[in-house]
């Protein structure tokens, strides 16, 4: 949606200030643009050159972003997009993973830390959102998606999950919220073969509301989020609550053990092989991996049977081979 200029408002000079929204450009983000225009709020992932993925920053700047949207009073609509035409969103930044992260594991829980807070915000904004689709939707890129209350697509768009094909596991939104989006079978479907959805598969499959012509794609946004202005808020944002339910109920129930599970599994042969392959532009041999899989396994029963006990643990009896 196009950026309007906002006139600064004058500095709080009292306790009530704090409760209210401040001028985007107060921020000085740097990895997402932010702006208000009359009642809608748009907060745009401003890293084309990555395909809109997320790295640390942009993580917390949306977080930022969307509790200030929450405060302002004079928004009613909060509009989620990426910069450009080819990408939403890629999930998360796969560089800053490999040289960051995979030297030292623990930190992939501090970054978990800030993707759960950035979901809990826009979950829970108290307005209505919407996902304007403007490319490619990938991995967490579709959990962001999902995360919206609407979503209006371009026809050029395609959705995509790729845990189970690059190394990770969709647990931060898709496992939890496909299945009530798109039905049992169908999520499944999609998380298992990490393959293409085309805008309109995802229309028939529910991802979406709408799809149009990427250069109507601004006018069908705007139009849906009047329809949403247009409504009761206090009304509109108990029935939002309402319908959180089950996403808030799966959500915690699982993303607390989710952001463990990734975290001691960061160095895992299947995600160095994921990220090896990603930055070789490489296609992953899954045969390989399985082999590799089974030779552990192997070694590892070997090493069971020839394990024996001390003689200090048997209390002088012979030593005994454990099984």
Known sequence: MSKRAVKPKKKATTPMSVYDGRTPESFAFKKIIYSKEDFVATVTINRPEVLNCFDLI?????????????????????????????????????????????PQPHNYYKWMQAFIEMHDRLRNIGKVTIARLNGMVVGGGNE?????????????????????????VAAGGATQWLPLIV???????????????DAKKALDWGLVNEVVPYAKLDGAVLKLAEKLYNKLPECTRYTKQQLNF???????????????????????????????????KKEMDYKRIRKASDSVKRISKVGKKSFKLKDSQTNGKPNKTVV
């Open 58 to 102: 942009t993580l917390q700047e949306l977080g930022q972003a969307f509790l200030d949207a929450s405060f302002d009073d004079q928004i009613a609509v909060v509009v989620v997009t990426g910069a450009g035409k080819q990408a939403f969103c890629t999930g998360a930044d796969l560089k800053e993973q490999q040289e960051i992260i995979l």
């Open 144 to 168: 962001l998606n999902m995360a919206c209350d609407l979503a209006v697509a371009a026809d050029h768009v395609t959705i995509k999950q790729v845990g189970a094909a690059r190394g990770s």
């Open 246 to 280: 089950w996403r808030d109920l799966s959500w915690s129930m699982t993303i607390g053990h989710a952001r463990d599970w990734l975290t001691l599994h960061t160095d895992s042969a299947e995600v160095r092989a994921g990220l090896e392959t990603f930055s070789h």
């Open 183 to 197: 039905g049992d079978r169908r999520a499944r479907e999609i998380l298992f073969l990490c393959e293409n959805i």
